[in-house]
């Protein structure tokens, strides 16, 4: 139930705020990112639906100053001053987790792989569990880690990859980067199918 | 009747930080080492990790990572007219137990002593004087130079990744690192942690007063670093969960980061846990050890013979591994005669308490356990002590370990020690308090000792360890004089309140200080005034080494672990290069 109650509190508190209405710069972020946020699984579109505001808005900078690299959404941050681009993380923080676009079909081992990973991590690998930083079920820690919950798989698995190969970087002290060094292909599949599987909505079972 | 196992070449006796850094460099040399350990394995994964690792009352409350002392307490008095009394509540110091040792609970503050620190006695009295100091005081050279250290010095920090800024580079001076410290031939391994906001307060206000600040140096590290055992360490996310607990993001350096892994694999090494070593077994010359007898968890009794025993425990079990072995002569102050639990120390910490308005914003609980800003320029010998009636100094610093809601709730003096108006008070200052650590250097003294208890035993029937201790007035007058300076960066900094608090005596063990007890078993150059030599060796069983800082003649400025590292190196550099090829007296007794 704690869940439930966490996500309560973010959507009273940003209620106030009127999720309801979009900025009109909403607009060019639904053609990729969908009409209400849930992100799309062609191309790896991130869901936004939810996710911190904080971590939303320091996206957006990171890709107008470079310091995070896609060509079409650096074009895109280059376009909003300081006062849309928290307008637009304030709005996509408050709209509600839709249910999930994907349906991933992980295996039991996979499956186990990935909560072990995600709760746990692995000695072996010496890899620490994904949720001391992004929070119980991967709920996100608002002003440092971003959830992971009910985020699309594509778009995880190749964020992990661009951290593998230096292609993304904008995180604090190259924890990422350092992590994702540690992981293979299958631990990538496990744990990204892991947390696709969580609904943001719902606690997972355990 | 004790079971007898095949020899082998060494045993080492407790797998903490020295056990395990010696085992390795032993097994990877060809001896088969076997290493016991009385506690539990553990690993980062998976029992350090996630919200379980950051259980306040489990950890700091109930310290749970410490020795079991329901089972094998230690006992206590002032002064030796009094009864000691056994400790049932771990708070003035913290000794850990399991594989890893105390070092899975550290701060991660990794210091070098100053070339002064090991010819203390000699500096101090060409300095200042052969009357200078209290006759009472028993202040040694350790028999050891810094020069001869910092080789090993250099490869301790290189293990561990340590974070920090060189401030004195082979003689030259490095602007923003700290121009006190004695010459290290390269700099950190990874730079400086991010400063926190009361370090950048401390930092203008120490600069603006003349001092040099500079950045801690730290064992939570900075960015990702494999270390040359080609282990992989993470980075610090400052959670402020360090001093008592286990790190669950690998970046805090200890065993479980830095070697174990390496060790357990290699097929020379054989690690024994719930193994509670009873005594190091001598021959009837009693001038050669044959092995060591130790009881399991399943309660039977196992005799390991070996050629080489090395007892890496925390420094009062050193002592004690010792005394109940029959290994030197232990100590009795009435004559000044007998060596072992001679010199014991610890450190005199005092702090400063700079309260501000609501408007400046601390986040005290974004912190590592060594993201400190500090100085040097009241530590040690860096300042004059003509006049001053005592030796040593205390580093001045803003480390802000943690933030963590039952340990750390400053307020100011008058505030009610519970209630409401506690209550209002700890919202209050929680969040706009920036407090200073001052890590004050400890003489040894002809009064403070430790022998065994002659009344209470542990669970297996042995005597207790009996600790013997009050501040020495050189360490209390030090205490005074380092307050006031900070009591002065505290104003500097605009703070509304400043308060001082130095350390006064008498010592309690009801009140945590610090995890830094020394001396006992300590090195030196003359067998009656020493326990083991310059290679740690001890003078009267030469196939037994005592690792520890045990070996600490007295206690200086800073926190002993990084001294104690380059120790063990400089130790396994003599048993590979000299001892093991020859077995034997390292220096003639």
């Given at each position: 139930?704690?869940?439930?109650?966490?996500?309560?509190?973010?959507?009273?508190?940003?209620?106030?705020?009127?999720?309801?209405?979009?900025?009109?710069?909403?607009?060019?972020?639904?053609?990729?990112?969908?009409?209400?946020?849930?992100?799309?699984?062609?191309g790896?579109k991130?869901?936004?639906?939810?996710?911190?505001?904080?971590?939303?808005?320091?996206?957006?900078?990171?890709?107008?100053?470079?310091?995070?690299?896609?060509?079409?959404?650096?074009?895109?941050?280059?376009?909003?001053?300081?006062?849309?681009?928290?307008?637009?993380?304030?709005?996509?923080?408050?709209?509600?987790?839709?249910?999930?676009?994907?349906?991933?079909?992980?295996?039991?081992?996979?499956?186990?792989?990935?909560?072990?990973?995600?709760?746990?991590?692995?000695?072996?690998?010496?890899?620490?569990?994904?949720?001391?930083?992004?929070?119980?079920?991967?709920?996100?820690?608002?002003?440092?880690?971003p959830?992971?919950?009910?985020?699309?798989?594509?778009?995880l698995?190749?964020?992990?990859?661009?951290?593998?190969?230096?292609g993304?970087?904008?995180?604090?002290?190259?924890?990422?980067?350092?992590?994702?060094?540690?992981?293979?292909?299958?631990?990538?599949?496990?744990?990204?199918?892991?947390?696709?599987?969580?609904?943001a909505?719902?606690?997972?079972?355990? | 009747?004790?079971?007898?196992?095949?020899?082998?070449d060494?045993?080492?006796?407790?797998?903490?930080m020295?056990?395990s850094?010696l085992?390795?460099?032993?097994?990877?040399?060809?001896?088969?080492?076997?290493?016991?350990?009385?506690?539990?394995?553990?690993?980062?994964v998976?029992?350090?990790?996630?919200?379980?690792?950051?259980?306040?009352?489990?950890?700091?409350?109930?310290k749970a990572?410490?020795?079991?002392?329901?089972?094998?307490?230690?006992?206590?008095?002032?002064?030796?007219?009094?009864?000691?009394?056994?400790?049932?509540?771990?708070?003035?110091?913290?000794?850990?137990t399991?594989?890893?040792?105390?070092?899975?609970?550290?701060?991660?503050?990794?210091?070098?002593?100053q070339?002064?620190?090991?010819?203390?006695?000699?500096?101090?009295?060409?300095?200042?004087?052969?009357?200078?100091?209290?006759?009472?005081l028993?202040?040694?050279?350790?028999?050891?130079?810094?020069?001869e250290?910092?080789?090993?010095?250099?490869?301790?920090?290189?293990?561990?990744?340590?974070s920090?800024?060189?401030?004195?580079?082979?003689?030259?001076?490095?602007?923003?690192?700290?121009?006190?410290?004695?010459?290290?031939?390269?700099?950190?391994?990874?730079?400086?942690?991010?400063e926190?906001?009361?370090?950048?307060?401390?930092?203008?206000?120490?600069?603006s007063?003349?001092?040099?600040?500079?950045?801690?140096?730290?064992?939570?590290?900075?960015?990702?670093?494999?270390?040359?055992?080609?282990?992989?360490?993470?980075?610090?996310?400052?959670?402020?969960?360090?001093?008592?607990?286990?790190?669950?993001?690998?970046?805090?350096s200890?065993?479980?980061?830095?070697?174990?892994?390496?060790?357990?694999?290699?097929p020379?090494?054989?690690l024994?846990?719930?193994?509670?070593?009873?005594?190091?077994?001598?021959?009837?010359?009693?001038?050669?050890?044959?092995?060591?007898?130790?009881?399991?968890?399943?309660?039977?009794?196992?005799?390991?013979?070996?050629?080489?025993?090395?007892?890496?425990?925390?420094?009062?079990?050193?002592?004690?591994?010792?005394?109940?072995?029959?290994?030197?002569?232990?100590?009795?102050?009435?004559?000044?005669?007998?060596?072992?639990?001679?010199?014991?120390?610890?450190?005199?910490?005092?702090?400063?308490?700079?309260?501000?308005?609501?408007?400046?914003?601390?986040?005290?609980?974004?912190?590592?356990?060594?993201?400190?800003?500090?100085?040097?320029?009241?530590?040690?010998?860096?300042?004059?002590?003509?006049?001053?009636?005592?030796?040593?100094?205390?580093?001045?610093?803003?480390?802000?370990?943690?933030g963590?809601?039952?340990?750390?709730?400053?307020t100011?003096?008058?505030?009610?020690?519970w209630?409401?108006?506690?209550?209002?008070?700890?919202?209050?200052?929680?969040?706009?308090?920036?407090?200073?650590?001052?890590h004050?250097?400890?003489?040894?003294?002809?009064?403070?000792?430790?022998?065994?208890?002659?009344?209470?035993?542990?669970?297996?029937?042995?005597?207790?360890?009996?600790i013997?201790?009050?501040?020495?007035?050189n360490?209390?007058?030090?205490?005074?004089?380092?307050?006031?300076?900070g009591?002065?960066?505290?104003?500097a900094?605009?703070?509304?309140?400043?308060?001082?608090s130095?350390?006064?005596?008498?010592?309690?063990?009801?009140?945590?200080?610090?995890?830094?007890?020394?001396?006992?078993?300590?090195?030196?150059?003359?067998?009656?005034?020493?326990?083991?030599?310059?290679?740690?060796?001890?003078?009267?069983?030469?196939?037994?080494?005592?690792?520890?800082?045990?070996?600490?003649?007295?206690?200086?400025?800073?926190?002993?672990?990084?001294?104690?590292?380059?120790?063990?190196?400089?130790?396994?550099?003599?048993?590979?290069?000299?001892?093991?090829?020859?077995?034997?007296?390292?220096?003639?007794?």
């Amino acid at each position: 139930m704690k869940y439930v109650l966490a996500t309560l509190i973010v959507l009273g508190a940003s209620g106030a705020a009127g999720a309801a209405t979009p900025p009109p710069e909403a607009a060019t972020c639904q053609a990729c990112h969908g009409v209400h946020g849930e992100g799309m699984v062609d191309g790896a579109k991130p869901r936004l639906a939810g996710q911190s505001a904080h971590y939303l808005d320091k996206q957006l900078r990171d890709f107008a100053s470079g310091a995070r690299d896609n060509a079409i959404m650096s074009a895109i941050a280059k376009g909003l001053n300081d006062q849309t681009r928290s307008r637009l993380a304030a709005y996509y923080a408050s709209l509600p987790i839709p249910a999930p676009l994907e349906h991933t079909s992980a295996t039991a081992a996979q499956a186990e792989r990935g909560h072990q990973l995600a709760i746990e991590g692995a000695e072996g690998k010496r890899v620490q569990a994904c949720n001391n930083c992004h929070g119980p079920d991967g709920s996100g820690v608002a002003l440092s880690a971003p959830a992971l919950a009910g985020q699309l798989a594509t778009y995880l698995a190749a964020q992990l990859k661009l951290w593998q190969q230096g292609g993304r970087k904008n995180d604090a002290g190259n924890l990422m980067s350092s992590v994702a060094s540690k992981l293979d292909e299958a631990d990538i599949a496990a744990v990204t199918s892991y947390y696709a599987s969580l609904s943001a909505s719902t606690p997972a079972s355990h | 009747m004790a079971q007898r196992l095949k020899e082998v070449d060494v045993v080492v006796i407790g797998v903490g930080m020295v056990g395990s850094i010696l085992a390795k460099e032993l097994a990877a040399a060809g001896y088969k080492v076997v290493g016991l350990e009385r506690g539990t394995t553990r690993f980062t994964v998976p029992e350090f990790q996630s919200p379980g690792i950051h259980d306040e009352l489990r950890f700091d409350v109930r310290k749970a990572l410490m020795q079991d002392n329901t089972r094998e307490p230690v006992t206590f008095r002032n002064h030796s007219s009094e009864i000691g009394l056994p400790i049932r509540r771990w708070e003035s110091f913290l000794p850990g137990t399991g594989l890893g040792g105390s070092m899975v609970h550290w701060n991660g503050q990794t210091f070098r002593f100053q070339a002064n620190d090991f010819e203390l006695a000699t500096r101090t009295r060409e300095r200042y004087g052969k009357g200078f100091l209290d006759p009472d005081l028993t202040l040694q050279d350790w028999g050891v130079t810094y020069d001869e250290l910092e080789p090993h010095y250099d490869r301790f920090e290189y293990l561990l990744g340590t974070s920090g800024k060189a401030g004195n580079l082979k003689g030259q001076i490095q602007p923003g690192g700290d121009p006190h410290e004695s010459p290290r031939s390269r700099d950190y391994p990874t730079p400086p942690q991010k400063e926190h906001y009361s370090g950048a307060l401390f930092r203008k206000a120490a600069s603006s007063l003349g001092h040099h600040p500079f950045p801690q140096p730290s064992s939570n590290l900075s960015q990702p670093y494999t270390n040359p055992e080609g282990l992989k360490m993470n980075t610090c996310v400052f959670c402020g969960f360090c001093e008592r607990y286990a790190c669950e993001h690998y970046a805090k350096s200890t065993p479980q980061t830095f070697i174990l892994p390496v060790l357990l694999a290699n097929p020379n090494f054989e690690l024994r846990t719930g193994c509670q070593v009873q005594r190091i077994n001598l021959d009837s010359s009693k001038k050669r050890a044959t092995g060591v007898t130790y009881i399991d968890n399943a309660g039977r009794e196992f005799e390991q013979p070996a050629s080489l025993v090395i007892t890496c425990l925390f420094a009062i079990n050193n002592i004690r591994m010792l005394l109940l072995s029959g290994i030197g002569k232990p100590y009795d102050p009435a004559t000044g005669k007998g060596v072992v639990g001679r010199n014991y120390a610890y450190q005199t910490m005092s702090t400063v308490a700079s309260f501000f308005d609501e408007d400046v914003i601390i986040n005290p609980f974004m912190a590592s356990g060594a993201s400190g800003t500090m100085i040097n320029d009241f530590a040690g010998d860096n300042f004059d002590h003509s006049g001053l009636g005592f030796i040593g100094g205390a580093f001045i610093g803003a480390v802000n370990t943690n933030g963590r809601p039952i340990q750390y709730h400053p307020t100011p003096p008058g505030t009610p020690a519970w209630g409401k108006g506690w209550k209002d008070a700890v919202i209050k200052h929680y969040n706009h308090t920036v407090m200073f650590s001052l890590h004050g250097s400890s003489v040894s003294q002809k009064q403070n000792y430790a022998d065994l208890d002659p009344t209470y035993k542990d669970a297996w029937g042995q005597p207790l360890l009996r600790i013997t201790f009050d501040f020495p007035k050189n360490d209390l007058k030090m205490a005074e004089y380092v307050t006031a300076r900070g009591v002065e960066i505290g104003k500097a900094m605009g703070a509304k309140q400043v308060v001082g608090s130095p350390r006064k005596g008498p010592y309690t063990t009801q009140q945590y200080q610090t995890t830094h007890n020394t001396g006992g078993t300590v090195m030196g150059n003359d067998p009656s005034t020493s326990v083991v030599n310059r290679y740690l060796q001890s003078w009267d069983v030469p196939n037994v080494f005592v690792i520890g800082a045990s070996a600490y003649p007295q206690n200086a400025s800073w926190n002993p672990t990084g001294t104690l590292g380059a120790l063990t190196y400089w130790v396994a550099d003599a048993l590979k290069s000299k001892y093991l090829r020859n077995p034997g007296h390292l220096v003639s007794p």
